[in-house]
């Protein structure tokens, strides 16, 4: 527990220096920190994720399987109207509408002026305007609603994640090699529309890997909070829509917590890190009742649901390394999953209407959308 309070010591001292070096002082006032003690919780090992008791609904949404609107994965989903989906490997993002019907294709791969050449993440706001981080060109490409191209500007930092804010900045997520002299060593960069860097914050620790990336990972809305956890890192920092930091989450795993000296050198460890250790995994959603994420336990890829007011923890079962599917977006308190042909032992568990079961059996997509009580 000492080494603890030492570490979060650090970072918060390491939090105000780059406050006072390059950041809106505004920006920072106290940073809550609540401890979330894994072993604390009672853990439940759940049959279907989320698990029945906690489901208020489930709705289904399948989506169009005609040639133009074919997909390979869902590495990213927003719900918002429409339904946008991230094809990372085929480098395109495929919209249908809240029914599921297609919409547009946008697949602008190139090195012309109104192209990008790969999407490492995208946004889109309450009018349907695409945003795409360009991150082997580090621009950022705006595209409308119907797919027309509208801008293309070049920003001076290394980016992974962006987040349109409600007064028309962008929250960037940067990358924790990023060089650019203003934001270097931090986490987050508020930027204007013309890309003209407003503040930084939060410094990355000294426990990095960046030659071993556990999973992806990216900003999840959750009402008026934005979430945001980068493995292999115990705290979820929690943002206003404003883009303020206003609170963090640590998850203390206790002897399961993998030593620092190990994040360094994640591969040369990789076998000492199975036999007990874990940590947050992908994206993590903080509610006021739940916590949504996935874990890398004994490096298995597992789901869980932490339900604040009984101290529960439940655990889904183990996926594909690769695996996003059961908890790719959060909205109005449901969780996004996306079934697919790798999903139909669940089923029978999870009582899916036979329509949906057939054309998913087809090997094409649909939506399952998980209301929470």
Not at 84 to 113: E, S, T, W
Not at 114 to 143: H, R
Not at 153 to 182: C, M, P, Y
Not at 256 to 270: M, T
């Amino acid at each position: 527990m000492k080494y603890y309070y030492y570490l979060l010591i650090v970072i918060i001292a390491r939090i105000i220096s780059s406050c006072n070096n390059n950041t809106d002082k505004n920006l920072m006032s106290e940073l809550s920190v609540d401890t979330i003690i894994w072993d604390d919780f009672d853990i439940r090992d759940g049959k279907t994720f989320f698990p029945e008791e906690l489901v208020k609904t489930r709705r289904y949404v399948k989506l169009d399987s005609t040639p133009t609107f074919i997909f390979g994965g869902g590495d990213k989903i927003i719900t918002r109207n429409n339904i946008y989906v991230l094809d990372m490997r085929q480098k395109k993002i495929i919209i249908f509408d809240d029914q599921g019907a297609g919409l547009l294709v946008l697949h602008r791969v190139g090195q012309g002026p109104q192209e990008y050449l790969q999407i490492t993440d995208f946004d889109v706001d309450d009018n349907g305007n695409i945003y795409i981080v360009d991150g082997a060109s580090d621009k950022l490409i705006v595209y409308d609603q119907n797919g027309s191209f509208v801008s293309a500007t070049k920003f001076s930092f290394e980016a992974d994640l962006i987040h349109r804010l409600g007064n028309g900045n962008f929250l960037f997520g940067l990358s924790a090699w990023n060089k650019d002299v203003q934001t270097r060593g931090n986490r987050f960069a508020i930027v204007g529309e013309d890309m003209q860097i407003h503040s930084s914050f939060v410094a990355f620790d000294d426990y990095q890997d960046n030659m071993y990336w556990i999973s992806s990972y990216r900003f999840i809305k959750a009402s008026n909070k934005i979430c945001y956890n980068k493995p292999i890192d115990d705290y979820v920092y929690i943002m206003s829509n404003m883009g303020l930091l206003v609170q963090a989450f640590y998850f203390d795993f206790g002897d399961a917590r993998i030593p620092f000296d190990w994040r360094k050198d994640v591969e040369s460890n990789i076998d000492r890190i199975k036999e007990k250790y874990r940590c947050l995994k992908n994206h993590v959603v903080v509610t006021d009742k739940y916590i949504i994420g996935t874990l890398w336990d004994r490096t298995e890829t597992k789901p869980f649901l932490v339900d604040l007011g009984q101290k529960k923890t439940y655990i889904g079962g183990t996926v594909a390394e690769s695996d996003v599917s059961d908890f790719l977006d959060f909205t109005d308190n449901s969780v996004v999953s996306l079934l697919s042909t790798g999903k139909d032992d669940m089923f029978d568990l999870l009582d899916v209407p036979k329509d949906v079961q057939a054309h998913v059996a087809q090997e094409n997509f649909a939506l399952m959308v998980t209301e929470l009580l």
